[in-house]
């Protein structure tokens, strides 16, 4: 099973409003990550989480706050968020960080941003 | 750092063997070539990885040049829902290591 989920599918937010993201795998990988995509793009790289501590932020904005409660588990914590924002959230696991881990990657939340 | 080239897009026939290329002329010797695809609206989906010897398994093939500068994904038999994104991508300690960094790709359509 090579299975991660992500929840919710879609989300609509407000600029003022407070909402998360959730991540889950049960394969036991003890790597995740956290990849944006904006339409017509290729998924670009913000957070990775290793052995539950975060290892490498992207430099992103402090509006977007990673956090990582367990092994199986990464929130991607939103607040005052701006219209450009609204992309496609992509979650994903591996075994390692090791280069020659294979990422397994989620469905996506799509976030639009009013 | 290794960077990757890959045609903008590609039409292929159905039940015809999509062959899909990936320039990587500045590959160092530790660096493995991935592919990745990525159908519309859904997250991307690993397919094979490699070093230096061609690789296979039930989704595709992985042919390696020998001086390791190119790579071809096959896909054998395309069906109308191969119709994605294709992501080649170079990793290796010198190329983002366990990131995964993702090129425009090579967008393959497949036609009845």
Redesign the interface.
């Known amino acids: 099973d090579t299975e991660v989920t992500q929840t919710p599918k879609h989300l609509v937010m407000g600029m003022t409003n407070k909402k998360s993201l959730k991540c889950e795998q049960h394969m036991g990988h003890r790597a995740m990550y956290w990849y944006k995509q904006k339409a017509k793009k290729p998924p670009e790289l913000m957070f990775v989480y290793s052995y539950e501590k975060l290892s490498i932020n992207e430099s992103v904005p402090s509006r977007f706050s990673p956090e990582c409660p367990n092994s199986s588990l990464l929130n991607l914590h939103l607040h005052a968020l701006q219209p450009e924002d609204s992309a496609l959230y992509l979650c994903a696991s591996s075994q390692g960080t090791g280069f020659t881990e294979t990422q397994y990657f989620g469905p996506g939340t799509r976030l639009l941003v009013l | 750092d290794a960077k990757t080239t890959q045609p903008t897009s590609m039409d292929c026939a159905e039940g015809r063997a999509a062959n899909l290329p990936c320039n990587h002329s500045t590959i160092s010797g530790n660096?493995?070539v991935?592919w990745?695809r990525q159908i519309h609206?859904?997250?991307?989906?690993?397919i094979i990885?490699g070093l230096k010897n061609n690789e296979t398994n039930e989704m595709a093939s992985l042919i390696i040049t020998e001086d390791r500068k190119s790579s071809t994904l096959i896909l054998p038999h395309a069906t109308l829902r191969d119709t994605a994104v294709y992501?080649c991508i170079v990793?290796?300690?010198n190329?983002?290591?366990?990131?995964?960094?993702?090129?425009?790709?090579t967008r393959l359509f497949v036609k009845a």
Do not use: D, L, V
């Open positions: 660096e493995y991935y990745y609206s859904q997250g991307p989906q690993y990885h992501y990793r290796g300690p190329t983002g290591g366990f990131k995964t960094i993702f090129g425009a790709g």
